[in-house]
C-alpha cells in the first residue's frame, strides 16, 4: 500500500534525472541557486524543489531555468500510456 506522502516510482524516475542535470549545470557555472532564481524570474525555492526532483512543478518555470543554464528540453517518444498507441501512430484504431 502506498503512503500519501509517498512519491509513485515513475514519477521520481521522470523527474529525478531533470533535477540532476540542472543541478550539475548550475554547479558547472557557479552559480548559486538564488542567482538561477533571479535570472530566470523566479524564486530560489522553486530552484531547489526542481534540484530536489519535485513532480509536480510549472513547466513554463521550468523551461525558464533551464534557458538561463544553457540547457534545453527535449521531447521524445516514450512507452506510452495507451494500448495498442503503435496501431493508432500507424494511422490504424
Known amino acids: 500500500m502506498e503512503l500519501d506522502n509517498e512519491k509513485p516510482s515513475f514519477e521520481v524516475e521522470r523527474v529525478t534525472p531533470l ?3 540542472v543541478r550539475r549545470r548550475r554547479r558547472e557555472l557557479g552559480l548559486r541557486q ?3 532564481a ?3 524570474g523566479c524564486s530560489q525555492r ?3 524543489t526542481v534540484e530536489q526532483g519535485k513532480a509536480t512543478l ?4 521550468i523551461l525558464e531555468v533551464l ?3 544553457g540547457l534545453g528540453l527535449e521531447v521524445v517518444p516514450g512507452r506510452g500510456r495507451i494500448v495498442g498507441a503503435s ?6 484504431r
Request: aromatic residues 4%.
Open 19 to 21: 533535477g540532476v542535470a
Open 34 to 36: 538564488a542567482e538561477v
Open 38 to 40: 533571479e535570472l530566470a
Open 46 to 48: 522553486f530552484v531547489h
Open 58 to 61: 510549472r513547466l513554463d518555470k
Open 67 to 69: 534557458e538561463v543554464l
Open 87 to 92: 496501431d493508432v501512430t500507424r494511422g490504424r
